[in-house]
Each structure stands twice: as C-alpha cells, then as structure tokens.
C-alpha cells in the first residue's frame, strides 16, 4: 500500500489526507448524535478509525521528508491511539486514546513547523490541539473545562487538516525538502 501512495503527488496526498480526516470527524459526529444501534457503532468506532488510519499513513508519506524518525514517531502515537479508541480503553477515568491522541499531534505538530512546504502557523494549531488533548490525563480538569478544551482541541486539529484538504502543500518545496532528506 505504500508503495501506491508514494505513486501519488503530495499535493494529492495532502488533500486525500484532509479529505479522510474531515470524514473521520463527521461519521463520529453524526454517530454521536444521531445514530444508534449496530449502524451508530460502525459510524461511531469503525468507519472513523478506518479514516483516520488511511490519514496517519497519507500524513507520514508527506511529512517523512522531515524526519524520518520523528515521522515514525507520530505513526505510533496515532496507531496506539487509535487501537486504544477501538477497545476503550480507558484506566482511572483517563481515556488512553485521547492521551496517545494528543501526543499523536504534539509530534505532528512539530513536523509542520520543520516543514518547508507548510505555512508554520499550522504546526502551532496542531501542537495546540496536542496539549489539548493531553488534558485527558486529568479527568477532573476535563470535565471542568468540557466543553470548551474539546473545541479548542478539534480547532487547533482542524484547521490544518482543513488547509491540507483545501490548498494541500506547496509541491516544489516539498520536492526540494524530500531532496535534502535522500542527500542527507
């Protein structure tokens, strides 16, 4: 599968990206409120997880011109995460996915701010939703502050995915950074 998806343009990669993302987001929205039974479950937990897996695969193939490790790095948050979402798995009222979530994005975050072909105000929304994210270590706080930290968390997630869905990434900067990464 990876080799297909390096057959594709990052541009094309970025917006596929945004694309399942965006996706992800409305199934789980529209399972949490409208529906139920086996369909809400499958709305709810499989088909978003399914997405957002197809996302952390398109995502490392744009952002591994970074840094390869790093990259790596944030394919394991978002697999841990979501595997944690599929079960959940949660320990002491701390929902562990969230957690792996937020680390998933602190990392990715990161990446878009080394990037050369991203404006770098987009790897700060992402980092910002990260954090976010990790507040799930403190379930009182959580809740405290729900429901707020979660629409602060789906903004600072969204707008880059949204931008990636959108305008997606500058191609020659991308080339020139993927470049760099095979010389070095």
Do not use: D
Not at 43 to 61: D, K, M, N, Q
Not at 104 to 122: A, D, H, N
């Amino acid at each position: 599968m990876t080799e297909a998806i390096r057959e594709v343009s990052p541009g094309l990669r970025a917006r596929l990206s945004g694309g399942f993302y965006v996706f992800s987001v409305l199934m789980a929205v529209l399972a949490e409120f409208v529906l139920r039974g086996r369909l809400g479950f499958f709305a709810a937990v499989v088909f978003p997880i399914a997405c957002y897996f197809i996302v952390v695969l398109l995502l490392y193939s744009i952002f591994r011109v970074v840094k390869r490790r790093l990259s790596w790095a944030f394919v394991f948050f978002g697999i841990a995460g979501l595997t944690c979402e599929a079960v959940q798995l949660q320990t002491r009222g701390v929902n562990i996915g969230m957690v792996f979530h937020g680390f998933y994005c602190i990392v990715l975050g990161f990446l878009m701010l080394r990037s050369t072909f991203l404006p770098r105000i987009l790897g700060v929304f992402m980092a910002l939703g990260g954090l976010v994210w990790l507040l799930y270590l403190l379930p009182r706080v959580t809740r405290h502050l729900s429901p707020w930290n979660t629409v602060v968390g789906l903004i600072g997630e969204a707008l880059p995915m949204l931008w990636l869905l959108v305008i997606g990434v500058n191609e020659q900067r991308w080339k020139e950074q993927a470049g760099l990464a095979t010389a070095s």
